[in-house]
């Protein structure tokens, strides 16, 4: 939750190009309607999978009446050789190519929303959104209005907060009208919203937190935010709880939230005892984090929560090896400095989180207990970066 607006030339200007080591092969066309088999399944959680990946943004107008801009990755048929597509305004690529007719044999897909963080961006985390997509998901991400790196407005901050999760859930129902159409991109993706998943990163932690079932109770905030002047309390000490009323909360057909780099227990309640509710958290955290500090924001969020939950604890690590802002913004932060090797390496790290992510993901939504042994404790022991903890 760190302002970089000042940063928008430097993130327009440099070429960035996320890591598209072990990209997926083309998908097969269609024949004539006909779809092949859905390809097996990967046993390997850290590579990516066996379809490739298209993306597309589209724009909608909410029922609050807020213009929304929302980028999705999915399963895509792509040419062999096709070149990986920039995220614009940015010069930023990974392995995903824009506006490909979507895979469909293996859809209906399991779908997943993803909140950015405070002054981020939709696509700021495309090397995990990208792997998601290569195993086989759908994956939603709204940029929230007032809160990008091209937009950010400080004094905006507490309405943001408020809106974030309807910025979520309509994006997730306006992807699945378009889904269930005729869409050339999307269409046949999806076959509904009544479940899903929610990721998201510091800010958009936080909002997944909420989606997930966090019983929102302001007057925690009021209470810590006297005593503590954390960047948190800097943007949200000025909410007052009446200001809830109007403003969509928790989303009941959420199965798993995934919070990376999580804090603000305390908008929860006075202990935070409102997270008590959060549906099959797995909860990510760098022990260095200078941003959402670990002992002070991550830990407690994780402590208060209710089994079963899984905290991944990243040593060495800061607030932004869960995304892909070192690429987009380069060595502002000492953390994203790939010489500086008292951090953990950011590459490595994400690595780590993909294989996570999608172990929990796929035992959860598809079944696979086979990948189970990726979410046990002692698969860690040898990963010096990784301490995983399970209740």
């Avoid at 309390?233 to 109007?246: A, F, K, Q, T, V």
């Avoid at 000492?334 to 008292?342: L, R």
């Amino acid at each position: 939750m760190r302002s970089v607006g000042l940063l928008v030339t430097m993130a327009c200007m440099v070429a960035c190009s996320a890591d598209p080591d072990d990209k997926a092969g083309s998908a097969d066309s269609v024949d004539s309607g006909q779809l092949e088999p859905a390809p097996e399944p990967s046993n390997d959680p850290e590579s990516m999978g066996p379809y490739s990946v298209g993306v597309t943004t589209f724009e909608f107008t909410d029922a609050r009446g807020k213009a929304l801009t929302v980028e999705v990755w999915y399963p895509g048929e792509v040419e062999p050789g096709a070149d990986p597509s920039p995220y614009e305004p940015t010069l930023l690529t990974a392995s995903a190519v824009r506006d490909v007719p979507p895979d469909l044999r293996g859809a209906p897909y399991p779908l997943l929303g993803f909140s950015h963080g405070m002054a981020g961006i939709r696509f700021q985390s495309v090397t995990l959104t990208e792997h998601l997509a290569s195993h086989g998901y759908v994956v939603v991400a709204p940029d929230h209005p007032d809160n990008t790196f091209l937009d950010i407005d400080e004094d905006a901050v507490p309405r943001v907060v408020l809106e974030r999760p309807d910025d979520m859930r309509y994006s997730i129902d306006a992807m699945v009208e378009r889904a269930t159409s005729s869409d050339p991109y999307l269409g046949g993706l999806v076959d509904s919203a009544d479940e899903w998943s929610i990721l998201g990163h510091s800010f958009g932690a936080y909002t997944a937190l909420v989606l997930g079932g966090g019983e929102l109770d302001y007057d925690g905030v009021i209470a810590y935010c006297q005593d503590n002047r954390s960047q948190a309390c800097r943007y949200i000490s000025e909410l007052d709880p009446s200001d809830l009323d109007g403003h969509g909360q928790a989303d009941d057909r959420i199965r798993m939230t995934i919070p990376y780099s999580p804090g603000l227990w305390y908008a929860f309640g006075l202990d935070g005892e409102g997270l008590a509710s959060v549906r099959k958290p797995f909860i990510f955290a760098g022990d260095r984090d200078t941003v959402l500090e670990y002992d002070t924001e991550a830990r407690p969020v994780y402590e208060r929560l209710s089994s079963p939950k899984r905290l991944a604890t990243f040593h060495k690590a800061g607030h932004y090896p869960f995304s892909d802002i070192c690429v987009l913004l380069g060595t502002i932060w000492e953390e994203c400095d790939p010489d500086d090797d008292s951090w953990a390496n950011v590459p490595e790290a994400q690595r780590h989180t993909n294989a996570l992510t999608l172990a929990a993901l796929e035992v959860e939504l598809r079944g696979r207990t086979e990948l189970s042994g990726w979410l046990e404790p002692d698969h860690w022991d040898a990963v010096d970066m990784v301490t995983l903890e399970v209740e």
